[in-house]
């Protein structure tokens, strides 16, 4: 006390303590905002997954028209286009609204699964791309989410939107996963891939750019997209949440074993005293003239 009363004095006759340093606090700087995050939360985090009968009259028309394309790049992949009975569905990216982008899946029992997206760009500039991402249960060269393969059309698809190096880069991602993503084999039903939580966006050294995102069902999994400078897909990760269910931890239920309390009291000298038997034992005996009152009895 003495010490604080004698810094206060000092402080306030403008000295300094004997035996210490005066040191000014740092200026607080203002961190300025990456520029290409500038758009980010603009867009919604979802990707919807309809069956082609609910694709519209425009959709199927040119999916007609991107056919052949579809087969002959299908061929370089040996994925099998051309056997057996292949379901289409479309994938709807808010980010990507200059393309039509189709998943074909052939499910031919239990581990014969075969899957590719296929990216039609609805202006004249740009070309039909196939990205595969399993052939008869197997991925045909390395896992798609993971695979320089996928990237490089990812990115190729991303610079004919002209999206740059500002986007909503969280949508992005969630439509990177969608793309490549095996989760889901249902090309009948109509789905969303929905996001859990909130996305996480940290700036790495050498201006990277990294987007942590978690999809729920129908595609479950962790996802870690990561954008050079330019807005070029340099890396990714993905973590299969498996077959695991989510389930909500229940309510405590009060289940109490033992010997209760006595229920039961009452006041003695302001003390809550239990009510019990009697107390058993004989009464110790009055003192005499000659006993000491401190002397224990």
């Given amino acids: 006390m003495l010490a604080a009363a004698a810094a206060g004095a000092l402080a306030q006759n403008g000295d300094t303590i004997p035996g210490t340093t005066k040191r000014p606090f740092p200026a607080v700087q203002e961190v300025p905002t990456d520029p290409r995050v500038a758009q980010e939360g603009q867009l919604p985090l979802t990707v919807a997954v309809r069956p082609a009968a609910a694709m519209t009259q425009e959709d199927k028309d040119l999916a007609a028209s991107a056919a052949g394309a579809i087969r002959e790049r299908a061929a370089l992949y040996e994925l099998g286009f051309n056997q057996g009975d292949w379901q289409e569905s479309q994938l709807?990216?808010?980010?990507?609204?200059?393309?039509?982008?189709l998943r074909f899946t052939r499910n031919m029992?239990?581990?014969?699964?075969?899957?590719?997206?296929?990216?039609?760009?609805?202006?004249?500039?740009?070309?039909?791309?196939?990205?595969?991402?399993?052939?008869?249960?197997?991925?045909?060269?390395?896992?798609?989410?993971?695979?320089?393969?996928?990237m490089a059309a990812f990115?190729?698809?991303?610079?004919?939107?002209?999206?740059?190096?500002?986007?909503?880069?969280?949508?992005?991602?969630?439509?990177?996963?969608?793309?490549?993503?095996a989760r889901w084999n249902q090309p009948h039903d109509a789905v969303t891939l929905v996001m859990?939580?909130?996305?996480?966006?940290?700036?790495?050294?050498?201006?990277?750019?990294?987007?942590?995102?978690?999809?729920?069902?129908p595609a479950p999994g962790r996802w870690v997209v990561l954008y050079d400078r330019s807005g070029q897909v340099v890396k990714t990760e993905y973590t299969g949440f498996r077959d695991l269910t989510w389930r909500p931890?229940?309510?405590?239920?009060?289940?109490?074993k033992g010997k209760p309390f006595p229920p039961v009291y009452t006041e003695e000298n302001g003390r809550p005293v239990p009510v019990g038997s009697e107390p058993q034992g004989k009464p110790l005996p009055a003192p005499t003239s000659g006993d000491n009152q401190g002397k224990p009895q």
């Avoid at 931890?249 to 109490?256: M, S, T």
């Fill in 196 to 217: 859990v939580g909130s996305p996480t966006l940290v700036l790495g050294d050498h201006g990277v750019l990294s987007v942590a995102l978690e999809l729920a069902d």
């Fill in 109 to 150: 029992g239990t581990g014969d699964l075969s899957m590719f997206t296929v990216s039609i760009p609805r202006g004249r500039e740009g070309r039909v791309r196939v990205i595969p991402i399993l052939r008869r249960g197997f991925a045909p060269i390395f896992s798609a989410p993971e695979s320089k393969t996928t």
């Fill in 155 to 181: 990115n190729q698809v991303r610079a004919e939107e002209h999206i740059g190096a500002k986007a909503d880069w969280s949508a992005v991602s969630v439509c990177y996963a969608a793309m490549t993503s």
């Fill in 92 to 101: 709807e990216c808010p980010a990507f609204p200059q393309h039509l982008f």
């Fill in 249 to 256: 931890v229940p309510a405590p239920v009060a289940d109490l």
